[in-house]
DNA sequence: ACCTGTATTGCAACCGGTTGCAAAAAACCG
DNA sequence: CGGTTTTTTGCAACCGGTTGCAATACAGGT
């Protein structure tokens, strides 16, 4: 089956590093050597052994992609936007799904196993803990959609969940609301938690609005359908900034099926902007954020970590923005 | 930073050969020596390096995941489960997103490059000569949500779109309706090819129905509201069978943006059952795929193929059926 | 204790490449 | 043209494992 080194070296009269030297770049070929090799590779249809090179170079250039988001939308693009990015710059990503999954042990030796180069932690649920176990285990990591933390041991990239809180803040604020809620996803998730911890903040220099919280079991349609139905039993607020897009759609979807108007009776900001936000039976008020910046950053980032591994540890944290549609009242 | 076969073995003053044999599966080691090398190992933080002994098995556990569908959100679930299921069998997705490219001879080359055992190509839009070129290759290949053809040169595991086009017939019958269409993904997909095909064939039999074909530009949203505006320029068919959901919801939101009411205007039937027809504020009628036995399945397939590369072709095909909502009144 | 059959072990070659080094070839130069 | 410098080339060792084979250790039977 496989066409080796070898056999192109016998076919071509050279020996087997005048092939390996033709496969690599800058090395020391003549060009008629070159030819001959190249000749006797393309008839037998040769093509280098990537995994046996690595054994001697010491890379691989795969990169392990790891995330436990398989059910939010977004992590579609997400994953769209890394394996091209990947692609791209001739690397290869190694799927790992950590679905229910909270233990790094596992993937940190299957990833060692299989000897990627560098790793990327896509998540927003995750601890940094989870990063950090890469590092140790000397594995150059970058963790997007990661927390920001003032002495990072790991690089993030992602955006800063505490500023977008107090941005969704703002836009309540503006719109005149007196009565206003943040309806998070999962408590123990860090983009959660800092969410709203910024709405919070941003609230507390307006003692005369009224702010409440509660939290939806997860980041998906139905845990913020369930939520807002809750909501809706007692007295709702005039406005929630949820904690993300599919949250807030599935509140949308509570509110309309309670009869209710949306933005008039209540108005919903999210945060994501997702493909579906876009839709125009959906037409989702929500924060945007720059999924494409952020990932041609992880990518960076992990690049020149592998190149320099002491690199210190870094935060690259990219700006939101309220991106206006129909689900919030217009100034 | 690696620790190798070496170091343990010295470290449990065992050969080489012996510390390779109590991580080989069925080896012949004493329980004296395995217990010397586990511990040796375990204080070493040993694990063996995948990539290595693929050398020399010439089995990497490696398998190409190929597909260009990352914008329909059927795929988020469709990752989800082919990773898991891998995952599950100690089986490693390397993905390649192959958006905007239709020649396989770059992905041929690359999966090759990397040895991998398998391939799977994810994709209802794919001609079945891409998965072919693997198979010419000599890489065992599994096309899912492929084409089924009568003689196959490649094992195919979906639905029948077919048949599927003809229950979606039989369903807008069954309802009464005497005005239909078929509103069809991209012409050149394979998937739209033959639901058209199907749905036409069950429609032949009830001459007293109008039949209307169109297709939209994309399996995407836009494509589908698009579409679906041109058509309400005109006059539109009672019901409507759409490509899939993605279309579907994207005709949806035309339908009431032009304030018709569904289904009472206009039905919509659909096909795949993605998450979001689930939601409520969507509340999609549709055909469901059924995605879990067809991954299933296709992982079952590459494995049994890798096993024996020499066995036959073959095509599974898992039955669909409709599952009622509210874009398609009661019967 | 001795013989025989089975289990375990180490040696050495190999998987498909890369690379330092020294020899050979080519290019340069007066 | 001979001497020197620079390029190109092949040899052989190595990357981190696996495996056939022969040697050794062990167990069972009498």
């Not at 000749?39 to 890379?59: F, H, I």
């Not at 107090?166 to 998730?189: D, E, I, N, T, Y």
């Not at 949820?242 to 509110?255: E, F, N, R, T």
């Amino acid at each position: 089956m496989g066409v080796t080194l070898k056999d192109v070296a016998e076919r071509a009269g050279v020996s087997r590093s005048a092939v390996s030297r033709t496969f690599t770049e800058g090395a020391s070929v003549s060009a008629r050597t070159r030819a001959k090799v190249e000749k006797a590779a393309r008839d037998l249809g040769y093509s280098p052994n990537a995994l046996a090179s690595s054994l001697t170079t010491g890379r691989t250039k795969l990169i392990g992609l790891v995330s436990n988001n398989f059910h939010n939308p977004i992590f579609l693009e997400v994953f769209d936007l890394f394996t091209r990015g990947l692609q791209e710059r001739g690397l290869r990503p190694l799927l790992v799904n950590l679905s229910n999954e909270t233990d790094p042990a596992n993937s940190v030796r299957m990833l060692r196993q299989y000897s990627v180069d560098g790793v990327i932690v896509a998540s927003s649920t995750l601890p940094p803990s989870f990063a950090e176990a890469f590092r140790d285990a000397g594995v150059p990591v970058v963790h997007s959609f990661g927390r920001y933390t003032t002495s990072p041991h790991v690089h993030v990239v992602g955006i800063d969940n505490i500023a977008c809180g107090r941005m969704a803040a703002q836009a309540l604020v503006a719109r005149g609301h007196r009565r206003v809620a943040f309806l998070g996803g999962p408590q123990s998730a860090t983009s959660t938690q800092d969410r709203e911890r910024g709405f919070l903040e941003a609230m507390a220099l307006h003692p005369e609005i009224t702010v409440s919280v509660t939290h939806a079991s997860a980041y998906s349609f139905d845990a913020g359908r369930a939520e807002m139905q809750r909501l809706l039993q007692g007295r709702p607020a005039e406005a929630y900034f949820c904690g993300d897009d599919v949250l807030s759609i599935g509140a949308l979807s509570a509110i309309q099926e309670a009869g209710l108007r949306v933005p008039e009776d209540i108005g919903i900001i999210g945060l994501n902007d997702m493909a579906m936000a876009r839709w125009q039976n959906i037409d989702l008020t929500t924060i945007r954020q720059p999924l494409a910046e952020i990932i041609e950053a992880s990518i960076d980032l992990v690049v020149a970590t592998i190149e320099r591994p002491e690199r210190h540890p870094e935060t690259r944290l990219f700006p939101c923005r309220v991106i206006e549609r129909g689900t919030l009242r217009q100034i």
